[in-house]
Nanobody, 121 residues
Framework: QVQLVESGGGLVQPGGSLRLSCEAS????????IGWFRQAPGKEREGVGC???????YYADSLKGRFTISRDNAKNTVYLQMASLKPNDTAVYYC???????????????WGQGTQVTVSS
């Protein structure tokens, strides 16, 4: 069945880096967009960025320059490289499958379980 599994979260100090992975199974990643979202405690889920099947990539304006999305279709995996992390980046990070990149989470039909990222000294 269709499955997305995030990994790579953890505790990191401010200014540090983390790379999250989103491993897909049950479908061919080449044909889909994968979006990254995050949800901080007490806040609504927000879009982080997305990669389309054609390789185009989009980022939330506030995160450009710090976050980088890449995909390895051969490994059926999408990555989210995060740098210069700040305490307000603390959130559960999710990846999701869609037909095309969108900032609306109801445009995605499969979600991972999420991975916790905590930025704290």
């Amino acid at each position: 069945q269709v499955q997305l599994v995030e990994s790579g979260g953890g505790l990191v100090q401010p200014g540090g880096s983390l790379r999250l992975s989103c491993e897909a199974s049950g479908f061919i990643l080449d044909y889909y967009a994968i979006g990254w979202f995050r949800q901080a405690p007490g806040k609504e889920r927000e879009g982080v960025g997305c990669t389309n099947d054609d390789g185009s990539i989009y980022y939330a304006d506030s995160l450009k320059g710090r976050f980088t999305i890449s995909r390895d279709n051969a490994k059926n995996t999408v990555y989210l490289q995060m740098a210069s992390l700040k305490p307000n980046d603390t959130a559960v990070y999710y990846c999701a499958r869609g037909g095309l990149c969108s900032w609306y989470d109801d445009e995605y039909d499969a979600w991972g379980q999420g991975t916790q990222v905590t930025v704290s000294s």
